[in-house]
């Protein structure tokens, strides 16, 4: 009970708030551009190498000013543009299968293309297992930092998965496009431009999503070998223990 006291008390610190809110998008810009950055290295011909570099600086130029946000407003602000920037060049780290797999640009409520039906889906398996994570340790996964509380929306996972998102969910669907695990045809489109998977596909992309959570990494902030699966609890326990005072920041999940 002491700890959600003390989740409580700085959530509703504003000061403390805003630290921990940049410190959960720094650590969503550092890994898209990781991301962008590994595609030049081992990708560079295939892609345009120019676009993707523009966007990889723009992102490191967006990390300065996220450390220099004085307000929320501010944050949320340079998030959204960075992450524009990030999807605006995301359609040069498909490498196969480019026509069913063409991706104009992020879209959620509902998905317009193969691509972020397949993302949204991830997303919502990756933001429930942060949710249980948290509850684990003992935090409440609906009082956030960023994403202000709604009544019924998990608030702390959602501002926890922005460090996981492209590290953990875009490689994984990308990697399932470029491997060709997956084809276009398990998709149908609907009058209204919303684009369904079918019971196949997302049995399939269960199946894989189990695989990819035993891969085992090396974790940045403790250094010890952990099963991506694991990740979201390392981080919600990282959480806890900055909240408890043992440590003297959060030690945001920056992949390297």
Same mark, same amino acid.
């Given at each position: 009970? *002491?700890?959600?006291?003390?989740?409580?008390? =700085?959530?509703?610190?504003?000061?403390?708030?805003? #630290? &921990? @809110?940049?410190?959960?998008?720094?650590?969503?810009?550092?890994?898209?551009?990781?991301?962008?950055?590994?595609? *030049?290295?081992?990708?560079?011909?295939?892609?345009?190498?120019?676009?993707?570099?523009?966007?990889?600086?723009? &992102?490191?130029? =967006?990390?300065?000013?996220?450390?220099?946000?004085? %307000?929320?407003?501010? $944050?949320?602000?340079?998030?959204?543009?960075?992450?524009?920037?990030?999807?605006?060049?995301?359609?040069?780290?498909? &490498?196969?299968?480019?026509?069913?797999?063409?991706? !104009?640009?992020?879209?959620?409520?509902?998905?317009?293309?193969?691509?972020?039906?397949?993302?949204?889906?991830?997303?919502?398996?990756?933001?429930?297992?942060?949710? %249980?994570?948290?509850?684990?340790?003992?935090?409440?996964?609906?009082?956030?930092?960023?994403?202000?509380?709604?009544?019924?929306?998990?608030?702390?996972?959602?501002?926890?998965?922005?460090? $996981?998102? @492209?590290?953990?969910?875009?490689?994984?669907?990308?990697?399932?496009?470029?491997?060709?695990?997956? %084809?276009?045809?398990?998709?149908?489109?609907?009058? %209204?431009? @919303?684009?369904?998977?079918?019971?196949? $596909?997302?049995?399939?992309?269960?199946? #894989?999503? !189990?695989?990819?959570?035993?891969?085992? *990494?090396?974790?940045?902030? $403790?250094?010890?070998?952990?099963?991506?699966?694991?990740?979201?609890?390392?981080?919600?326990?990282?959480?806890?223990?900055?909240?408890?005072?043992?440590?003297?920041?959060?030690?945001?999940?920056?992949?390297?």
């Amino acid at each position: 009970m *002491i700890l959600r006291q003390r989740q409580y008390d =700085s959530s509703r610190d504003e000061g403390e708030s805003l #630290e &921990l @809110a940049k410190t959960c998008i720094l650590g969503k810009i550092y890994n898209a551009r990781w991301i962008l950055e590994r595609a *030049i290295r081992d990708h560079g011909m295939q892609i345009d190498e120019e676009r993707v570099r523009e966007a990889s600086q723009y &992102l490191k130029n =967006s990390m300065e000013l996220v450390r220099g946000s004085v %307000s929320k407003d501010q $944050l949320r602000g340079y998030e959204g543009e960075a992450a524009s920037v990030y999807f605006g060049v995301f359609d040069e780290l498909i &490498l196969q299968q480019k026509k069913d797999f063409s991706f !104009q640009g992020r879209n959620k409520r509902p998905p317009l293309d193969n691509m972020n039906a397949m993302l949204s889906f991830v997303y919502t398996l990756l933001t429930n297992t942060i949710a %249980s994570s948290l509850e684990c340790v003992g935090l409440d996964p609906y009082v956030g930092y960023l994403h202000t509380e709604r009544p019924g929306r998990v608030s702390l996972a959602l501002d926890m998965i922005e460090e $996981l998102r @492209a590290v953990l969910a875009d490689r994984f669907v990308l990697s399932l496009v470029n491997k060709k695990i997956i %084809s276009g045809k398990n998709f149908t489109k609907k009058e %209204s431009g @919303a684009v369904l998977m079918d019971d196949e $596909l997302r049995k399939k992309l269960l199946v #894989e999503w !189990q695989k990819k959570k035993k891969e085992t *990494i090396t974790h940045p902030f $403790l250094k010890e070998k952990v099963e991506w699966g694991m990740v979201p609890y390392v981080q919600a326990m990282l959480l806890a223990r900055y909240l408890r005072g043992d440590l003297d920041s959060y030690p945001v999940f920056l992949w390297k």
